[in-house]
Nanobody, 114 residues
């Protein structure tokens, strides 16, 4: 059974930082790229960042470039999203997404507000 458990969200002031983690199981994690996606209130799903299977190649949407960093630890079957300089528009439910299998798990809420 594929499981993707995101954690690390919370309430943070604008300019603050959070580190999201996603623990994966049920598939050969090290063989696949992974993506963080988010859904803001009243909006659709948005792909935020992707990392290749070995972690060498990364992709970010323009709105988070320079502020977010995606990484992974294949020994721990975990993908991370380090977020700095958070803005109110980053407020969303964040999920990690296994593209090839079409799975995403329970998300973690990030709220940026003063």
């Amino acid at each position: 059974e594929v499981q993707l458990q995101a954690s690390g969200g919370g309430l943070v002031q604008p300019g603050g930082s959070l580190r999201l983690s996603c623990a994966a199981s049920g598939f050969t994690f090290s063989s696949y790229g992974m993506t963080w996606i988010r859904q803001a209130p009243g909006k659709g799903l948005e792909g935020v960042s992707t990392i290749s299977d070995g972690g060498v190649n990364t992709y970010y949407i323009d709105s988070v470039k320079g502020r977010f960093t995606i990484s992974r630890d294949n020994a721990k079957n975990t993908v991370y999203l380090q977020m700095h300089s958070l803005k109110p528009e980053d407020t969303a439910l964040y999920y990690c997404y296994w593209d090839s299998g079409g799975y995403w798990g329970q998300g973690t809420q990030v709220t940026v507000s003063s």
